[in-house]
């Protein structure tokens, strides 16, 4: 066993084989830099995110592109978070390092550690997309239906399990103290971070849905009977020519005849050159 133990401390980093031993040096300003990072990248996206909820600053700035304001929001957490992780390894590295910490099942642990929170990590990046992992739903992007699958089916918040995990296994591979102090710090700010996103988070959909709900709930537009009612124009028809009864002189003319349908105008013609015929023969017998 000591034997195999010494040829694994050959395969170890010089930073772990020549550093001090010891518990935290509290001393190193690299320790604070980390902590100052730590603390500030969750109440960074918390509050320029709930300022985007409620007044739209980013979307109005970038003209009602709400998709390129939560991007920019993105590439900006991307990149705290990998400064962060820079701040933490070189703030370990000028830590010192606990014999207890260089056993090799250790540094197995920490290997499955590793793998672990990064398929958390992952995984929830995939299932939530880069608008659903990057509080797209502040900006209104709202998702369709609550993610069940894994790793949401595993735990409540698999993103920051899977990160807190990443930081333990780091702190354990280099073998220092210091590390477990600030994988645990790196917790309980998520956890803090936690008590106001999910209850924002929740209040954001509950809206949504109170919303949708009020639009199925409004009346039909009414529609009065006028208005399906066609229009029907009454066209009086005067009474033609052809109504008159056509008789001799002598016998009395009916003041007003009754109304007849309209004919066309070839027989309106006609009746009217016959009647002008027969006044002509009964003018030719009188004066016979």
Excluded at 22 to 49: C, K, R
Excluded at 189 to 206: D, G
Excluded at 209 to 224: I, L, M, N
Excluded at 266 to 282: D, G, H, K, L, V
Aim: proline letters at 7%; one cysteine or more; a positive charge.
């Amino acid at each position: 066993m000591t034997e195999w133990y010494d040829r694994l401390l050959n395969f170890m980093p010089t930073h772990v084989k020549g550093a001090p031993q010891g518990w935290i040096d509290v001393s190193q300003p690299s320790l604070w830099f980390a902590v100052a990072s730590i603390l500030f990248n969750p109440t960074f996206w918390n509050v320029v995110a709930q300022n985007e909820y409620r007044r739209k600053t980013m979307t109005r700035m970038l003209g009602g592109n709400r998709y390129l304001g939560c991007y920019i929001l993105a590439t900006t957490i991307f990149s705290l978070g990998l400064f962060r992780d820079h701040l933490y390894q070189e703030a370990l590295k000028a830590q010192p390092v606990h014999t207890a910490l260089l056993h090799p099942f250790v540094r197995v642990v920490a290997g499955v550690l590793f793998v672990a929170g990064s398929v958390f990590v992952l995984t929830s990046m995939w299932a939530l997309g880069i608008t659903g992992t990057y509080l797209g739903d502040y900006f209104g992007i709202l998702m369709d239906a609550m993610v069940t699958g894994f790793p949401f089916n595993v735990l409540n918040n698999p993103m920051y399990v899977g990160s807190t995990l990443n930081f333990i296994a780091v702190a354990l591979w280099m073998a220092r103290p210091a590390g477990l102090f600030l994988s645990v710090l790196v917790w309980i700010v998520y956890k803090i971070a936690l008590q106001y996103e999910e209850p924002f988070t929740a209040n954001i959909y509950k809206e949504a849905a109170a919303k949708k709900g009020a639009q199925k709930d409004q009346p039909a537009p009414s529609v009065s009977m006028a208005t399906l009612k066609p229009s029907v124009t009454t066209k009086t028809v005067p009474p033609s020519m052809d109504s008159v009864d056509v008789t001799p002189s002598s016998q009395p003319q009916p003041t007003h005849a009754p109304a007849k349908a309209k004919k066309s105008s070839a027989s309106t013609a006609s009746t009217t050159t016959a009647r002008r015929a027969y006044n002509t023969r009964s003018q030719a017998r009188k004066q016979i």
